[in-house]
């Protein structure tokens, strides 16, 4: 009776694909002028990332997704003369910051599932 070698099963996947679907989702929302609907996918990416991975980086990440989104969101919520939407009330930096801050979970994740 001859065996052949199988490599050990991974015991955990690392980052859930949640995880990077909604990291993709949310500049495209906020970029495709649908800030307030980003919320979701910020959510996902929070809790998804809080709870599952195993990576310091990528839990880092998605907390500064996380702040740089809530930032905007605050202002809109709390000005007297806001837009009626959050997309006509976001700046550009801001929009900028949240690109910026999504592309780092992406590549944190990407460096994670590398390992």
């Given at each position: ?31 495709g002028q649908f800030a307030l609907?980003?919320a979701v996918p910020v959510a ?42 959050l997309s006509k009330d976001l ?25």
């Open positions: 009776m001859t065996s052949t070698y199988q490599p050990p099963a991974r015991t955990g996947r690392g980052t859930p694909v949640a995880v990077s679907v909604a990291a993709w989702a949310v500049p495209a929302l906020v970029v609907l980003a996902v990416v929070l809790v998804g990332a809080l709870r599952h991975a195993r990576d310091r980086a990528v839990r880092r990440a998605a907390v500064l997704v996380a702040l740089t989104y809530a930032a905007p969101l605050a202002v809109w919520l709390v000005r007297s003369d806001a837009a009626p939407s700046h550009p930096a801001f929009a900028v910051l949240i690109v910026a801050a999504c592309a780092a979970l992406v590549a944190a994740v990407l460096r994670a599932g590398r390992r």
